[in-house]
T-cell receptor
């Protein structure tokens, strides 16, 4: 029943580790996004993919590598984790990727880097 | 992207009507105004979208004056469960999605 799902919900790890967050949507949408929300609640877009192709890359460090095996999935792999990567990461999807479309968000993955 | 400005926080009491105003002086012809709601520990959720005048749905109303340089989200008779962060976005209906959420307004509803 869940429209946009993310795993894991919580992720606690040490600096320098590599971790992945998975996202799946069952809405049949063509476009998926990753957002980062820091401790001040500022929500910033990181990437968007349309039909498995990268559309937006908002100057995110290359330690972050999104991968879209199909249009229903967009995973986020993070290498060499740093303290500043601690945040909540939200996945979202929208029908075709137009800015004015409603975006449907997942529940978020809370990442804490120690 | 048109930058938006909204109050950082607002307090209200149960049963009151709450109006949250958003300024977007540089809004363009192809831009729409969209509001999202984010409860603690959840992702943002779409509330309402409009282009001009007034839009109403089962959750809220959105008032947009003729010059479209501001908009007001109106929540009728709020309850404790309306405590959330409310984000005002200006979004284009021609460009690829690059939505900027800004700081949002933290609404606290008290009993």
């Amino acid at each position: 029943d869940t429209a946009v799902s993310q795993t894991p919900k919580y992720l606690v790890t040490q600096m320098g580790n590599d971790k992945s967050i998975k996202c799946e949507q069952n809405l049949g949408h063509d476009t998926m996004y990753w957002y980062k929300q820091d401790s001040k609640k500022f929500l910033k877009i990181m990437f968007s993919y349309n039909n498995k192709e990268l559309i937006i890359n908002e100057t995110v460090p290359n330690r972050f590598s999104p991968k879209s095996p199909d249009k229903a999935h967009l995973n986020l792999h993070i290498n060499s984790l740093e303290l500043g990567d601690s945040a909540v990461y939200f996945c979202a999807s929208s029908p075709t990727g137009l800015e004015a479309e409603t975006q449907y968000f997942g529940p978020g993955t809370r990442l804490l880097v120690l | 992207l048109a930058k938006t400005t909204q109050p950082i926080s607002m307090d209200s009491y149960e049963g009151q009507e709450v109006n949250i105003t958003c300024s977007h002086n540089n809004i363009a012809t192809n831009d729409y105004i969209t509001w999202y709601q984010q409860f603690p520990s959840q992702g943002p959720r779409f509330i309402i979208q409009g282009y001009k005048t007034k839009v109403t749905n089962e959750v809220a109303s959105l008032f947009i004056p003729a010059d479209r340089k501001s908009s007001t989200l109106s929540l009728p008779r709020v309850s404790l469960s309306d405590t959330a962060v409310y984000y005002c976005l200006v979004v284009s209906n021609t460009n690829a999605g690059k939505s900027t959420f800004g700081d949002g307004t933290t609404l606290t509803v008290k009993p």
